[in-house]
């Protein structure tokens, strides 16, 4: 099995393992990534190692073929003496070298050929693992809007559920209702422990507020057409007379100076009032 084959099996091993157990896939690539830059230096490491051999092999090489060049500069020297047992010596040498070189020649260029594929596949991984670093970030901004949505997802859902709004409504009406009991009791008690005195005199320091009543109902009988022309209320130039009549009109328990009686009846509670009006229209219909 060549190194990158192995390298291959060990990636791939490491990423599976890696993806069952992965719970921050960002953390997770950068692990893959590591790993990755891990194997590609042991890479490094055994194809400068088959480099070194072949680099070996063609130095041995070119000792063989020297020494074939040498032994027949020998033959030839021998010759030129005249010593042809010599030269067939050096022949015999020369022969012998030059097998063993042609053999080198080819371990070496089969050597050569190999470390010039594994060069290039070296290259290859280099530039898979740099698109791999690049495409990590995509992953990751891929992963995170996906997180993104499924938090969107799960707050849609809860919004779906009633639940808790149903509660909050409920505990506000129970708590209006408190409040409803409670005034109602403050209201009892008033009535049941007040002080008579006391309310007469609030009563009576409430005037100018039944004065203003006065005026207001002056001017609804007025838009109604129930009183004379120029009798409205606080009409400039008119006398007292005037104002007296109106008044006496509108209350027939004042007095034709425009004095409220003080021994008028309290002001009706508006169950009461509302009792009134009914009997009123009843009467109406009738």
Do not use: C
Request: net charge negative; no cysteine.
């Amino acid at each position: 099995m060549s190194i990158f084959s192995k390298f291959s099996t060990m990636i791939r091993s490491n990423i599976n393992d890696l993806i069952s157990r992965a719970e921050n896939p960002e953390k997770m690539l950068n692990q893959i990534i590591l790993d990755m830059r891990d194997q590609l230096a042991k890479s490094k490491r055994e194809v400068a190692s088959a480099i070194a051999d072949e680099r070996k092999l063609k130095s041995q090489l070119e000792a063989e073929r020297k020494q074939v060049r040498d032994w027949e500069h020998r033959a030839m020297l021998a010759i030129n003496e005249g010593r042809d047992d010599l030269a067939k010596q050096a022949l015999v040498r020369q022969q012998e070298h030059g097998e063993r070189a042609a053999a080198l020649e080819g371990t070496w260029r089969a050597q050569a050929a190999e470390t010039e594929k594994l060069k290039a596949s070296l290259r290859q991984l280099n530039d898979k693992i740099e698109e791999a670093k690049r495409k990590r970030n995509l992953l990751v901004a891929k992963q995170k809007r996906a997180q993104a949505q499924r938090r969107i997802h799960e707050t849609m859902s809860g919004l779906s559920d009633t639940s808790a709004f149903e509660a909050f409504n409920r505990m506000a009406d129970k708590i209006e209702e408190d409040e409803r009991r409670n005034l109602a009791q403050a209201e009892v008690t008033e009535a049941l422990s007040g002080d008579t005195l006391e309310s007469e005199f609030l009563q009576l320091e409430s005037g100018s507020g039944d004065a203003a009543m006065d005026d207001r109902l002056l001017d609804l009988k007025a838009k109604m057409g129930l009183l004379p022309s120029g009798s409205g209320p606080k009409q400039l130039g008119s006398g007292g007379e005037g104002a007296g009549d109106a008044a006496a009109e509108a209350d027939g328990s004042a007095s034709g100076d425009g004095a409220e009686d003080p021994n008028a009846a309290p002001a009706i509670r508006e169950a009461e009032l509302l009792e009134e009006f009914e009997k009123l229209e009843r009467g109406g219909r009738s």
